[in-house]
């Protein structure tokens, strides 16, 4: 889009503004449940989440914040579920990959 008004929310939106209501997208994503200890499969398993997984949802993008003044806020939370036994270094390597984006959780 060139960010002219569109069906999204712009000047000449086909969606009043009246019924807007504000909501946060929830994105859950399972890593290795049941499977604590396939070590090998774990680390494979990273790597993917690392090259295609976490850039996808880097770029990821919501309607509601950037169409109705709310710029700074993420509009979604994405929470990565591991398994509690999960191997301490790729529990501790999937932490750190999110640690820059605060609307990620690693529980």
């Not at 000449?12 to 019924?19: K, M, R, V």
């Not at 996808?56 to 709310?70: E, L």
Request: proline share 7%.
């Amino acid at each position: 889009s060139d960010g002219g008004d569109d069906a999204r929310g712009g000047a000449n939106s086909t969606i009043p503004e009246e019924w807007y209501y504000p909501f946060i997208h929830v994105v859950n994503t399972r890593f290795m449940q049941d499977q604590s200890n396939l070590l090998e499969l774990g680390r494979a398993r990273l790597v993917l989440f690392e090259t295609f997984c976490l850039p996808t949802m880097v770029g990821q993008t919501v309607f509601s914040p950037k169409y109705h003044g709310h710029e700074n806020e993420p509009g979604f939370l994405w929470i990565i579920k591991v398994d509690p036994d999960l191997d301490e270094t790729l529990r501790d390597r999937l932490v750190e990959l999110v640690r820059p984006y605060s609307q990620f959780f690693v529980v």
